[in-house]
Nanobody, 128 residues
Framework: QVQLVESGGGLVQAGDSLRLSCAITGGTLSSYALGWFRQAPGKEREFVATINWSGGSTYYGDSVKGRFTISRDNAKNTVYLQMNSLKPEDTAVYYC?????????????????????WGQGTQVTVSS
């Protein structure tokens, strides 16, 4: 059974950096496209970033573009989200997600419904 386990969340100050990790078990990372989403209290889940199966393509939400970087290490079965210049509005629970295959991935990667597996989430809190 495929499981995703996020780690690396915490409480930081505005302007700080944080790196989230998501380890996959019960599956091979190279078989999946991967995404990061976040959800703040009272808000809908928001797309943050995604990386395709080869790692050759990455896409970001407008609110994090230029500050966050998604990467993958297939040898370690882990996907990362490097978050720089954090802002209070980045405060949320961050979820990683894995996608086996979706025909329209390159046009619908921001849609949470296309992802097959989800982690339990890790809290990121940015104080001002």
């Amino acid at each position: 059974q495929v499981q995703l386990v996020e780690s690396g969340g915490g409480l930081v100050q505005a302007g700080d950096s944080l790196r989230l990790s998501c380890a996959i078990t019960g599956g091979t990372l190279s078989s999946y496209a991967l995404g990061w989403f976040r959800q703040a209290p009272g808000k809908e889940r928001e797309f943050v970033a995604t990386i395709n199966w080869s790692g050759g393509s990455t896409y970001y939400g407008d609110s994090v573009k230029g500050r966050f970087t998604i990467s993958r290490d297939n040898a370690k079965n882990t996907v990362y989200l490097q978050m720089n210049s954090l802002k209070p509005e980045d405060t949320a629970v961050y979820y990683c997600a894995a996608l086996i295959w979706f025909e329209n991935y390159y046009t619908e990667y921001m849609e949470s419904r296309i992802y097959d597996y989800w982690g339990q989430g890790t809290q990121v809190t940015v104080s001002s």
